[in-house]
């Protein structure tokens, strides 16, 4: 018997996880809503809606357990991922210095970038950080704060292309790679070549990493890759042909959600499939990727550019004019690009114990023309964002749950404690 209960006990997980999963329970709820909807539901195929949500309820020891809910869930049907692939990079970032071992090496390690391919750039200096220099803590910054680009690419030449999927691979996110740099117009061969880099402390050399080089493609299976009717090129010209996504980045809606599951819990999850991270580096990014632009102050950010709720899309849509007070927060990476608006968020409400996971992706492109910066998303997508954050919301407040959450290692800050307290 003893031998048998751990075979039993495997048995019954691969039941559990193999059981389909609910694709009514989300149609249902936003058909009920077709004066928040109508423009998406109309037409979702062409819209490029996936959504996946992901109810957490806790045991009598805080841990947390999942349901999720689908609608229109396809990993091989493609969608551009934009700047959601930046916080695998920053995860990865901080695993592979905890990997290294190496002495004086940290996040908070100045570096160097030198150029060792074409059109590849050098780094020395960051006036944005505190001592005017550049480090990957400060780049993680920057990413979870406005989705800054070149923070990614830089991360992007550390980890190498190899690497980086690599660990995609290892935790789990099947369905996708991340193969370029962005807004630089990286592709092919220019992608396969990173930089070399050095970090140091004053005089002294801590780590000499030399250019890296990955031969490899990373194929996936994947349909729609060919979209629109025409897009307009690197010279500004209109190209009266359909716009290919082959060859760029791929992140799967239920990857992302992965990988957030993971960063967040990862007590829900055995120990060798964990991110190797120490706790302050779980706290350094709960922290960052959960706070408004306006709570830093390296990098400091003008609020005409970067609002509060700049990079928050569910619940919050990106609107100018909301100062949230803090008792909601969106731990999230948000993405747009070629009209395509993507939120991967896990959303709490401190003061009523809500918790819930939810990533999804929209697309409005209404003259089908790729690369001209007209896209429809304060009309469509930012509102269906921000309407599906809030409708999961109101159904969580009214959805009973057996234990409330302790949701204290999510808390920052004394002011937010006094306001969850009165």
Request: proline letters at 5%; one cysteine or more.
């Amino acid at each position: 018997m003893k031998i048998l209960l751990p075979f039993c006990l495997l048995l019954i997980s691969y039941k559990i996880y193999a059981q389909p999963m609910d694709t009514l329970f989300l149609k249902n709820l936003i058909e009920s809503h077709p004066e928040l909807f109508k423009a998406v539901l109309d037409d979702p195929q062409r819209k490029q809606v996936q959504i996946l949500y992901t109810q957490i309820d806790r045991d009598k020891h805080n841990k947390p357990h999942f349901t999720s809910f689908s609608y229109r869930l396809n990993p091989n049907w493609y969608f551009y991922p934009a700047s959601t692939v930046k916080l695998p990079a920053s995860i990865f970032a901080l695993e592979k210095i905890n990997e290294l071992k190496i002495k004086g090496l940290d996040k908070n390690t100045p570096l160097k970038i030198d150029s060792a391919w074409e059109r590849q750039t050098r780094v020395e200096i960051d006036s944005s950080s505190a001592n005017g220099l550049p480090s990957i803590g400060h780049y993680i910054k920057k990413i979870l704060l406005t989705s800054d680009n070149d923070a990614f690419n830089r991360l992007y030449e550390f980890l190498g292309r190899a690497d980086i999927n690599r660990r995609l691979k290892k935790h789990g996110a099947s369905h996708s790679r991340i193969i370029n740099r962005l807004a630089i117009g990286d592709k092919g061969e220019w992608a396969k070549h990173t930089n070399p880099i050095t970090f140091y402390k004053d005089d002294l050399l801590i780590y000499q990493q030399a250019a890296q080089y990955d031969p490899q493609d990373y194929p996936l299976d994947l349909q729609n890759l060919i979209r629109g009717k025409a897009y307009r090129d690197a010279n500004d010209s209109l190209i009266h042909k359909p716009y290919s996504f082959e060859g760029l980045n791929a992140y799967a809606l239920a990857d992302q959600q992965l990988i957030m599951k993971k960063l967040l819990f990862p007590e829900a999850f055995p120990k060798k499939e964990r991110f190797h991270l120490r706790d302050e580096d779980y706290r350094f990014i709960y922290y960052y990727m959960s706070r408004f632009p306006q709570e830093s102050d390296f990098p400091k950010y003008d609020s005409t550019e970067f609002w509060p709720t700049y990079s928050k899309l569910l619940f919050f849509g990106r609107e100018k004019g909301v100062h949230p007070d803090g008792r909601i927060r969106s731990f999230n990476k948000y993405g747009d690009s070629y009209g395509y608006n993507i939120d991967n968020a896990y959303i709490v409400d401190f003061k009523n114990g809500v918790e819930f996971l939810l990533t999804a992706v929209v697309q409005s492109n209404n003259n089908e023309i790729y690369n001209d910066s007209v896209y429809e998303y304060e009309e469509v997508t930012y509102p269906f964002l921000k309407n599906l954050g809030r409708l999961v919301y109101e159904h969580e407040l009214k959805r009973e749950k057996k234990v409330k959450p302790d949701l204290g290692k999510f808390i920052f800050g004394e002011s937010l404690s006094q306001k969850l307290a009165d």
